[in-house]
């Protein structure tokens, strides 16, 4: 899984058209003081119709199962515009500006979403029964120490009949994909390595700072212990 992550949600409404527009860059670092708290992004309409987008940030946060947890993050940012029309073919910059506390620790991750609103601009279409596919960009933000980096470890490897239950935490100041993955595991008389395409649910998963997370995959048939060990390696990828 690339380390940028791209969500491209797909909504049905009411209408006729399918309009489409392109936001990037669509994972973004900022710093917590000096010009790095203030950002760029742009936005294109890549349609022939006329289109109203909106743009939001959100706190993000994450479950031990991954599950992500937002809530409204408007006092710690100002985006301008919010809110913009863009006609066929045209493009617009939004400027973020983080206004929140100096980060000397542990990097603060948020939501940028960058949704079109269900508008329609033109005035022959009348028949409401029609489909119209509405794009919302759900991006990733992250406020910075300086040099963050990430520190994880298996903090623990549970049996649950046939599946492990392998607990990652992450010790570091900055978050980290799971990329060019290795866990090692140890029943006292065996040794397994499982790699990168052998650990599905759990290869290209983000762990955020701070935090720890719980993966399910398939106990190895090699390993008949009571008692498992593990360790882990990984490439460090922001």
Same mark, same amino acid.
Request: hydrophobic share 35%.
């Given at each position: ?16 058209y ?7 860059p ?6 917590s ?8 992004f ?15 940030m959100?706190?993000?946060n ?18 301008? #515009? ?10 617009q ?7 929140? #506390? ?14 079109q609103?269900?508008?329609?601009f ?25 040099? #963050? ?5 298996l ?13 990652v935490?992450?010790?570091?100041t900055?978050?980290?994909i ?11 008389t065996?040794?397994v390595?499982?790699?990168y395409?052998?650990? #599905? ?33 990984y490439?460090?990828?922001?």
């Amino acid at each position: 899984m690339r380390k940028t992550l791209l969500f491209l949600y797909l909504i049905l409404i009411s209408s006729f058209y399918i309009f489409s527009f392109s936001f990037s860059p669509i994972v973004q670092d900022f710093d917590s003081t000096g010009n790095g708290k203030v950002k760029t992004f742009r936005i294109k309409n890549e349609n022939d119709e006329a289109i109203a987008v909106q743009i939001t940030m959100l706190t993000r946060n994450m479950s031990r199962l991954g599950e992500e947890v937002n809530s409204d993050a408007s006092e710690l940012f100002t985006i301008y #515009p919010h809110q913009l029309i863009l006609q066929p073919d045209d493009s617009q910059s939004i400027r973020v500006q983080w206004n929140g #506390p100096e980060i000397n620790e542990t990097e603060r991750a948020f939501r940028i979403i960058a949704e079109q609103l269900p508008i329609s601009f033109n005035q022959d279409n009348t028949n409401k029964g029609q489909l119209n596919i509405v794009y919302k960009y759900i991006g990733s933000v992250y406020v910075i120490p300086e040099k #963050p980096y990430s520190e994880l470890f298996l903090e623990s490897v549970k049996i649950e009949n046939d599946l492990l239950r392998l607990t990652v935490k992450n010790r570091g100041t900055g978050h980290t994909i799971l990329e060019d993955i290795v866990v090692t595991l140890n029943d006292g008389t065996h040794t397994v390595q499982l790699t990168y395409d052998e650990l #599905p649910g759990m290869a290209g998963e983000n762990v955020l700072a701070g935090l720890s997370r719980d993966f399910l995959i398939e106990k190895p048939s090699q390993l008949s212990g009571e008692e498992i060990n593990g360790e882990l390696s990984y490439k460090e990828t922001r």
